[in-house]
């Protein structure tokens, strides 16, 4: 049931403009008890239940039904009815279905088109009442619902308040939630000193006087104490460690910021997370940070998401070092950016392809391609190099066309049906210049005249 109910968190819909109606129903349909029509379809296994836990599964089926459908005020009226499983005098049965009613009221509430931060307000405080075990989740899940939607000193208030909770013996899963609640709680502190200094950078030719400063100072302290006891712990904190970072750095703290994003990339601990290498580079970066440690921080990354966005400084600072062996993984970059389609159609990156092309095979360096040719001859021709392609790219960029035509020239010979279907395309407009291409795959192509 946990597997369904998160699918139906994830769907989206506002096509009802009904109003949300929790205490009362509208609906003849759900009022209990349901016609038995609806239940005489139950296996001999669910006749041998009471009918109350009958009729509660059947209206749990149809609060199902209506959400997949998006019919969030069906839903809404048949939930207040559901909500009458809490009377079942099994304990079990309580604890499950004060569970399903938080993450499908949750959803109901989210997606309604009338819902408003009032009724999300009261169903949290039923369901902290009735959701002892889930106290915390549902208070972590209530406060960022109030964040989402702009009320941040309520929702301050509703993580302070979750943070001092105890029940019971705190376990390993009570102690994750407090982290993030903590961690949260911070962002928002983080948030009011973000506020506070850029209205004081705005008055920046008044002095600030001391009162403001210790504020300042305050906001600062209570941030980067709550932020770095959550980020000491393996996890992946990104939204965390770019707050943390930021404020370290804004009060000269460039060491120990540097410090904090080295560990959250390279510490063995922490779960493998691209963006920490992300951030790690734009932090380097940002601070003019030598050639030699951005390559060593992109070449991980490269590892780790060869398509990321970022290869093309990868290529671009590999070509800005003067060693022979960065120019061959340049031309590597780009050829392992082009296996991916998200980049199958970026001019920029065909572009540097064949100026590094042309750029290897003018300084003896033709075997570069080959091998990487190797590679992919099997099947780049039909993934880039088909005559429909051809068509479709000399329609939309004819000089762009004409490069990638080079390119696959270069690969596969002059015999390519991209390459002929351009060359076709060109020479009607521009005969000299399409001849020159033509003698030019026809001296360094890397292969002989075949047919992709």
């Not at 992300?278 to 030699?292: A, D, I, N, Q, R």
Request: with cysteine.
């Amino acid at each position: 049931m946990d597997d369904e109910i998160a699918q139906l968190v994830a769907e989206q819909d506002h096509s009802s403009d009904e109003p949300c109606v929790w205490t009362s129903c509208s609906h003849p349909e759900i009022r209990f008890p349901l016609p038995t029509s609806v239940l005489q379809s139950q296996s001999i296994k669910d006749r041998k239940q009471t009918g109350f836990r009958r009729t509660v599964e059947t209206c749990l089926s149809r609060i199902q039904k209506a959400m997949f459908h998006h019919q969030w005020q069906t839903a809404a009226e048949l939930m207040t009815n559901y909500f009458q499983i809490l009377e079942d005098n099994t304990t079990r049965k309580q604890e499950s279905a004060s569970k399903v009613i938080w993450r499908m009221g949750t959803a109901i509430l989210q997606h309604h088109p009338n819902s408003c931060i009032e009724d999300a307000n009261s169903f949290a405080g039923k369901m902290k009442s009735i959701g002892v075990k889930h106290y915390l989740k549902v208070c972590l899940e209530h406060a960022i619902h109030l964040m989402c939607n702009g009320k941040m000193d309520e929702a301050y208030r509703e993580l302070s308040l979750a943070e001092t909770w105890r029940y019971g013996e705190k376990s390993a899963t009570q102690h994750k939630v407090l982290k993030l609640i903590q961690g949260y709680r911070a962002l928002l502190d983080y948030y009011t000193w973000v506020k506070k200094n850029s209205a004081l950078q705005e008055k920046a030719d008044d002095a600030v006087d001391s009162g403001t400063a210790q504020e300042m100072h305050n906001y600062f302290r209570q941030a980067s104490i709550g932020l770095h006891d959550v980020v000491e712990h393996p996890g992946v904190w990104d939204p965390f460690i770019l707050s943390y970072v930021n404020l370290l750095d804004f009060y000269d703290g460039f060491e120990e910021a540097l410090k904090v994003l080295n560990d959250y990339a390279y510490n063995s601990k922490f779960p493998p997370n691209p963006n920490a290498h992300v951030y790690l580079y734009e932090f380097l970066k940002k601070h003019h940070t030598s050639p030699k440690k951005l390559l060593k921080v992109l070449r991980i990354l490269y590892q780790l998401v060869p398509s990321h966005e970022l290869m093309l400084e990868f290529n671009s600072l590999l070509l800005q070092s003067e060693k022979m062996k960065h120019h061959k993984e340049a031309l590597g970059v780009l050829f392992c950016l082009l296996d991916f389609p998200t980049w199958k159609e970026n001019y920029r990156t065909w572009k540097c392809l064949i100026k590094q092309m042309k750029k290897a095979i003018a300084e003896g360096h033709s075997d570069w391609i080959k091998e990487q040719w190797e590679l992919r001859q099997d099947w780049w021709p039909a993934f880039h190099f088909s005559k429909f392609r051809a068509h479709r790219d000399f329609e939309e960029n004819e000089s762009y066309a004409c490069r990638k035509a080079v390119i696959a020239g270069i690969l596969t010979g002059k015999g390519c049906k991209y390459f002929i279907t351009i060359y076709r395309l060109g020479y009607k407009v521009q005969n000299a210049k399409m001849k020159k291409m033509k003698q030019y795959v026809k001296d360094h192509s890397l292969l002989q005249l075949s047919e992709c």
